[in-house]
T-cell receptor, first 112, second 112 residues
Framework: LAKTTQPISMDSYEGQEVNITCSHN???????ITWYQQFPSQGPRFIIQ???TKVTNEVASLFIPADRKSSTLSLPRVSLSDTAVYYC?????????????FGGGTRLMVKP | NAGVTQTPKFQVLKTGQSMTLQCAQD?????MYWYRQDPGMGLRLIYY???????DKGEVPNGYNVSRLNKREFSLRLESAAPSQTSVYFC???????????FGPGTRLTVL
């Protein structure tokens, strides 16, 4: 299984850009990288998914280097409402077990 | 379009009692999942159903049973509740196995 490693927690301030890095040294050729966000007392919510290079949507950007052994979720100009846990998952339908393993995630605290 | 709904929202059981958690999705998704989340921890997969008519064990299936009643509904049953099953239970669905998952609001279960 492709194991992922993320920082346990991060602090930031409103208006700053936050970058959360995930290491996945054993990523397989067909694996995708997916990030979820979870607010307290809610289920996780899909943020972004990518395979290589850069993916951007209205919420975040995902940067994936050429070797794909890590990825960085970038949240531009965070606000207090971005305080949440962020999970990095690596896998795909061919490797369902990985995509269904959430791990501990990264607890982001945004301060005023 | 309600997405994923779960009932009940809260439940208190005594040790040894049984109960069924209900989950339904209206997105015509093929795959459905049950997770549990203990305080301060990530989600752990209990059971999943890749498609109607199939179910498979996840990481922590002991003490639970599931039924994929039809394409919309996926229930989780605790036959003899134990205090170790005190947790928040999330149901999720996705169009394909291990694809983007949509989560329900969760059921907070306490076993005394």
């Amino acid at each position: 299984l492709a194991k992922t490693t993320q920082p346990i927690s991060m602090d930031s301030y409103e208006g700053q850009e936050v970058n959360i890095t995930c290491s996945h040294n054993n990523i397989a050729t067909n694996d995708y990288i997916t990030w979820y966000q979870q607010f307290p007392s809610q289920g996780p919510r899909f943020i972004i998914q990518g395979y290589k290079t850069k993916v951007t949507n209205e919420v975040a950007s995902l940067f994936i280097p050429a070797d794909r052994k890590s990825s960085t979720l970038s949240l531009p100009r965070v606000s207090l409402s971005d305080t949440a846990v962020y999970y990095c998952l690596v896998g795909g339908p061919h490797n369902a077990g990985n995509m269904l393993t959430f791990g501990g995630g990264t607890r982001l605290m945004v301060k005023p | 379009n309600a997405g994923v709904t779960q009932t009940p929202k809260f439940q208190v059981l005594k040790t040894g009692q049984s109960m069924t958690l209900q989950c339904a999705q209206d997105m015509n998704h093929n795959s459905m999942y049950w997770y549990r989340q203990d305080p301060g921890m990530g989600l752990r997969l209990i059971y999943y159903s890749a498609s109607e008519g199939t179910t498979d064990k996840g990481e922590v299936p002991n003490g639970y049973n599931v039924s994929r009643l039809n394409k919309r509904e996926f229930s989780l049953r605790l036959e003899s509740a134990a205090p170790s099953q005190t947790s928040v239970y999330f149901c999720a669905s996705s169009e394909v196995l291990a694809g983007e998952q949509f989560f329900g609001p969760g059921t907070r279960l306490t076993v005394l």
